[in-house]
Nanobody, 124 residues
């Protein structure tokens, strides 16, 4: 089955840290952008961070800049999201996905091979 497998979520107090991982299952991604997205209950999926194939160029949504870091290990087909100084408003289901083709969009519609997600909870 072609999909992404996310892990590393959990419940952590405000100010704490989590590291999410995403492993590619059944597909390669070395030449594609990869992205982390999150979804709040009743809301559309929104982008959190994207990383270009070179592993150097990245982009973050404003609310996580300076707190989250996206990285990738192409040899291991694994994507990471280091989340520091977590806040209650970060509570959401987090997903990773591969960009369609060569574009590096911040729109969820531009991505494929979604996983089941991993829940991050930061109690207020």
């Amino acid at each position: 089955q072609v999909q992404s497998v996310e892990s590393g979520g959990g419940s952590v107090q405000a100010g704490g840290s989590l590291r999410l991982s995403c492993t590619a299952s059944g597909y390669t991604y070395a030449n594609n952008c990869m992205g982390w997205f999150r979804q709040f209950p009743g809301k559309e999926r929104e982008w959190v961070a994207i990383i270009y194939p070179n592993g150097v160029s990245t982009a973050y949504t404003d609310s996580v800049k300076g707190r989250f870091t996206i990285s990738r290990d192409n040899a291991k087909s694994t994507l990471y999201l280091q989340m520091n100084n977590l806040k209650p408003e970060d509570t959401a289901m987090y997903f990773c996905a591969r960009s369609k083709g060569w574009s590096c969009s911040t729109r969820a519609a531009g991505y494929e091979y979604w996983g089941q997600g991993t829940q991050v909870t930061v109690p207020s």
